[in-house]
């Protein structure tokens, strides 16, 4: 035979162009199917049938990935240098540390590359073929392009088909294309080259579900060839950037390493040219180089992030990857799918149009239940929801639920609320003939007999019912149709984003001999319209509004129509009247320049495309915000992971979705991202607090030393002594600030900017000063202490340094509130942490055995009292810092700016 076409481009063929015919004719097939000889060499041409999982990270090549960081790199290096000065127990704890750390990251991130063996798994395992003229059950991973599969209710698709013979043919697409609804396919040709998926009735794609009806077809495409397999390239080619955190931490540790340095070289220099014996100022200097590099930091972000993680899961919230909890404290823009995120991804009726009024479906039902099931009822409301009722092919499941078309359980479900059930009526109108429903009438019919004759109830789209209708039923009995008014009221109800449907009926005194389409379905008396929506979320609308107060953009992005997306916006919020919506097909004319010019302004868009998703990411990352997309299908995989944070949906997202994403919701609710993001940003403030806690400790003993021989003082400390301070007041009280409560007002402030300094609003400019007043405290207290004649002077600097840092810890746990406002007992173990490191201070002091070890003497009531005074110094200035802050007096002009029109906050501090 001759080679079959090639389909080794990723550029998909516009299959859905082509009839019938021309699909065969290009895939070399007869009608008898192919043969299995054919099957074979085309299987071996094209490959297996799925989708092609990358090359993984073993559990080992993960856990050693998390050693790569350059802060930790800096930590392994002061352990080696410890090391090498025979302090091995600084060593070791620095090792811990980092251990601690990579287990913690290891441990999160394990199960991070899974997205593409969820793709598998969607796959169908079977597929019914047509070979050698006979059908056939062959492993869905054998089907090979040119395949004529058969399909019916109930089975996967395996492949991407072109239908040239349907019945009834519906296929639920919203994992891959966002439609909430089982779509009616066809086999006639397209002829928009562009048309999105959801368009494209007469394809069936693999990994969608047939529901309803059967039908045949030609396969097109298998494995990485199919649209599923796009998105598993994409998948692919979608790496994960660092989040705001892991780039500010590399950003500061880089800086700090070359300012650590250079302090070293100096203070190492000017100590040799003071006479300074070479040793003692080698080891002083990498003593110090040590002691300055925050190595609990690591460790303290870790823990901070996995603690709340933990507090996270108790609010439905799962998270996959550790950064992603303080991720949410950046996030900008949140870009939702509409269904089943914002909305409950089941259709309902909404509203009907009766007797030439509207009238909201809940009021329907509390007015038309029916009086006599053995009489036709008179009254339009009545005999509209009669016609609901027996018009309509769901039922009952055996646990109790409906199932059926999603239409027509909304449909069930409105009459059965009225009263109206359809089980009881079928004893009185029991059904006599059908005729079904087809994409190119767009209407179905059922023959139901009664006391008085037979009725016929006919339900579809407007602009096939009406005009087959002659009459209409009103309280008044039967008048002249308005069909104008009719077709009014449908337009009306279609540009809120409704599914209208016109239901109608016509009698007979006996069964009709001809129950074809064209006898039944004419000379008809219009009953009304039903609206149906999938219907938002009803705590949707107040998460919307939460995000707006907390300075964060929701976007909708959806494949459903532009209507419906409208309508579903404007109920939430999301949009005013008039807001722009943009759809997939204007997205693909613009190029990105052009696109970025417009997409902080746009919150809805429609009718879009998985890789059109990636688009919109991209394009707002370009402008300098940080997104969220949450999701729950196929379609969103791919920019779940390009988004700074994706957030998958728990019930009824895909494993695709939730492999792929950052977090998950666990309970599907938009409202649970509002938690998250208050969540992210306590763990933010925290880790910030840390860090202006040791760099501020490390600044005041940096100081300590590097002033004292300008000053004409000796070297005030021992390398003993910065180590042993680093070790007992840089881990634990660090630690202990990780479980600090959210600051008042969390909530009511603007995301902070993504590329904002760490050290922003007055954090940096307290670390100098607060640094150069415990050095100022440390080094008054030597200069007396010698001024005096207390021969204990390296002692008392070294207990004043270590209070100070414990008054500092203790002061900075809120930026704005004074600890006496706070409580001091309100974060017990901070306060437990800080009373056993004096404790342990004041063990290295006043236990014999140790003042060897440490190098330190008993100080004397008066020399502990004095060391008491001077390191209250500190807790006392930093809370006068506070009360100018909270008077607007300082920092003021370093407070976030809220954000307009999109962009990023103002007035901070370029990256640091």
Not at 242 to 262: E, H, I, S
Not at 325 to 352: H, Q
Not at 480 to 485: I, K
Request: charged share 20%; hydrophobic share 50%.
């Amino acid at each position: 035979m001759a080679a079959p076409p090639t389909t080794s481009s990723h550029i998909p063929e516009a299959w859905h162009l082509l009839s019938e015919e021309d699909t065969r004719r290009r895939l070399e097939v007869g009608a008898q199917g192919l043969s299995a000889a054919d099957a074979e060499v085309r299987r071996q041409r094209f490959g297996a049938n799925e989708i092609a999982e990358g090359k993984r990270r073993g559990p080992v090549a993960m856990f050693l990935a998390q050693f790569t960081d350059f802060m930790i790199l800096v930590l392994i290096a002061a352990a080696v240098i410890s090391g090498l000065l025979g302090d091995l127990t600084d060593t070791l704890v620095i090792l811990a540390i980092i251990v601690l750390n990579a287990a913690i990251g290891f441990a999160q991130e394990y199960r991070a590359e899974r997205a593409i063996a969820a793709l598998k798994r969607m796959a169908a395992l079977q597929a019914h073929v047509l070979r050698d003229g006979h059908s056939a059950l062959v492993p869905a991973i054998e089907v090979v392009p040119g395949d004529i599969i058969l399909l019916e209710a109930g089975n996967a698709v395996p492949a991407d088909v072109r239908l040239d013979e349907v019945a009834q043919l519906r296929c639920e697409e919203a994992a891959l294309t966002g439609e909430s609804e089982p779509v009616e396919k066809h086999t006639h040709a397209l002829h928009e080259v562009d048309a999105p998926l959801g368009d494209r009735r007469n394809m069936a794609y693999k990994g969608t579900l047939i529901t309803y009806g059967r039908g045949r077809g030609i396969v097109v495409a298998t494995g990485m060839q199919t649209e599923l397999g796009r998105i598993a390239q994409l998948l692919h080619g979608e790496e994960e950037g660092k989040t705001p955190l892991q780039k500010r931490l590399a950003r500061f540790g880089k800086n700090l390493a070359l300012v650590v340095l250079a302090i070293c070289a100096i203070l190492f220099v000017t100590g040799l040219l003071r006479g300074e014996p070479l040793l003692l100022m080698l080891l002083t200097a990498i003593s110090l180089a040590v002691a300055a590099i925050p190595e609990a930091l690591p460790a303290v972000v870790s823990i901070s992030l996995a603690l709340g993680a933990r507090k996270m899961v108790a609010r439905h919230a799962l998270v996959r990857k550790l950064p992603a909890v303080e991720t949410l404290g950046s996030v900008t823009f949140i870009c939702s799918d509409k269904t089943g995120t914002l909305t409950e991804n089941r259709m309902r009726a909404e509203e009907v149009w009766v007797d030439g009024s509207h009238a909201r479906a809940a009021e329907l039902m509390l007015e038309s239940a029916p009086v006599n099931l053995d009489a036709m009822p008179t009254a339009p409301k009545p005999a509209l929801l009669l016609a609901l009722a027996l018009s309509n092919d769901a039922r009952f499941a055996a646990d109790g639920g409906v199932i059926g078309d999603p239409t027509e359980v909304a449909l069930f479900e409105l009459a059965r609320a009225a009263g109206w059930d359809k089980q009881a009526l079928e004893h009185n109108y029991p059904r006599r003939a059908e005729v079904p429903f087809d994409s190119e009438r767009a209407r179905m019919s059922t023959l139901h007999a009664t006391p008085l004759g037979v009725v016929a109830f006919i339900k579809g789209a407007p602009e096939q019912v009406l005009p087959i209708c002659h009459d209409q039923l009103s309280a008044d009995g039967i008048i002249a149709l308005d069909r104008g008014e009719a077709e009014l009221a449908a337009e009306r109800m279609a540009a809120e984003g409704l599914r209208v449907l016109a239901v109608a009926m016509r009698r007979w005194p006996q069964m009709p001999s001809d129950v074809g389409s064209e006898a039944i379905e004419s000379g008809l008396t219009f009953l009304g319209l039903v609206g149906l929506m999938d219907p938002p979320r009803a705590e949707a609308r107040e998460a919307v509004q939460l995000c707006q107060t907390a300075g964060i953009a929701p976007v909708m992005i959806t494949g459903d129509h532009p209507a419906t997306a409208r309508a579903i916006a404007r109920r939430l919020g999301i949009i005013e009247d008039g807001g722009e919506v943009i759809t997939g097909r204007e997205l693909a004319r613009m190029d990105m320049a052009e696109f970025e010019e417009h997409v902080e302004r746009v919150r809805v868009y429609a009718r879009v495309a998985p890789e059109q998703k990636i688009k919109i990411v991209r394009a707002l990352q370009d402008k300098g915000e940080f997104v969220a997309m949450t999701g729950d299908g196929v379609n969103d995989a791919p920019a779940l992971r390009r988004a700074d944070i994706g957030v998958a949906m728990g019930i009824t997202g895909t494993d695709v979705a939730k492999e792929a994403g950052h977090m998950i919701l666990l309970d599907d609710n938009f409202a649970t991202i509002v938690s998250a993001v208050r969540e992210g940003r306590r763990i933010f403030d925290n880790i910030r607090k840390f860090i202006k806690y040791t760099m501020t400790s490390n600044s005041g003993e940096i100081w300590t030393i590097f002033l004292a021989p300008f000053l004409g003082l000796p070297i005030p400390l021992l390398p003993i002594h910065i180590l042993w301070i680093n070790l007992v007041t840089d881990g634990l009280p660090g630690l202990a600030l990780a479980a600090e409560g959210e600051e008042r007002g969390v909530m009511q402030r603007p995301p902070r900017p993504p590329h904002e300094s760490i050290f922003a609003h007055g954090m940096w400019q307290h670390m100098i000063w607060v640094g150069l007043l415990m050095g100022g405290a440390s080094l008054f207290t030597q200069a007396w202490a010698i001024y005096t004649d207390h021969g204990h002077w390296q002692t008392m600097v070294f207990t004043v340094l270590t209070l100070s840092q414990l008054g500092h810890v203790l002061a900075i746990r809120s930026e704005r509130d004074s600890l006496f406002t706070q409580g001091v007992l309100s974060n017990p173990s901070l306060i437990a942490t800080v009373v056993f490191t004096i404790g342990l201070q004041m063990a290295t002091i006043y236990v014999p055995f140790l003042n060897p070890i440490f190098k330190t003497e008993s100080l004397t009531l008066d020399e502990l009292l004095f060391c008491l005074l001077m390191s209250s110094v500190v807790f006392v200035a930093v809370e006068i810092e506070k009360w100018f802050v909270r008077h607007g007096w300082l920092y003021s002009s370093n407070r976030p700016v809220t954000r307009s029109g999109g962009a990023a906050g103002a007035g901070a501090r370029p990256d640091v």
